[in-house]
Nanobody
Framework: EVQLQASGGGLVQAGGSLRLSCAAS????????IGWFRQAPGKEREGISF????????YYSSSVNGRFTISTDNAKNTVYLQMNNLKPEDTAVYYC???????????????????????WGQGTLVTVSS
């Protein structure tokens, strides 16, 4: 079945960069929508970056807009989250998730954060030190 594997987390100094990867098996990303979420200890899960592979539309939360970029490599069946200018508040476990186009009722990428995502990766820890 569909499996997602998130990787690339680690320890980085404030102001540094990391690139997270989300590798898919059991499906290809075409006709899918990908979300990146994060959760810090004791805090609610936060959706931070979303992509419609079909339309190319993207959405970023205000907390990461201008610093993070979501992209895909169809040949590798992998989604990336490039994270620049990292801050200590970015410390969290990061998860990738996927939702098929069949479950999407609008092409507006601004609506992607509000859907329920069906498939989730295991998460990768990002720690940003001061």
């Amino acid at each position: 079945e569909v499996q997602l594997q998130a990787s690339g987390g680690g320890l980085v100094q404030a102001g540094g960069s990391l690139r997270l990867s989300c590798a898919a098996s059991g499906m290809t990303f075409d006709k899918w929508n990908i979300g990146w979420f994060r959760q810090a200890p004791g805090k609610e899960r936060e959706g931070i970056s979303f992509l419609s592979v079909t339309t190319g539309g993207t959405y970023y939360s205000s907390s990461v807009n201008g610093r993070f970029t979501i992209s895909t490599d169809n040949a590798k069946n992998t989604v990336y989250l490039q994270m620049n200018n990292l801050k200590p508040e970015d410390t969290a476990v990061y998860y990738c998730a996927a939702l098929h186009d069949h479950a999407i009722s609008s092409s507006d990428p601004d609506l992607l954060p509000f859907y329920h995502y069906d498939f989730w990766g295991q998460g990768t820890l990002v720690t940003v030190s001061s």
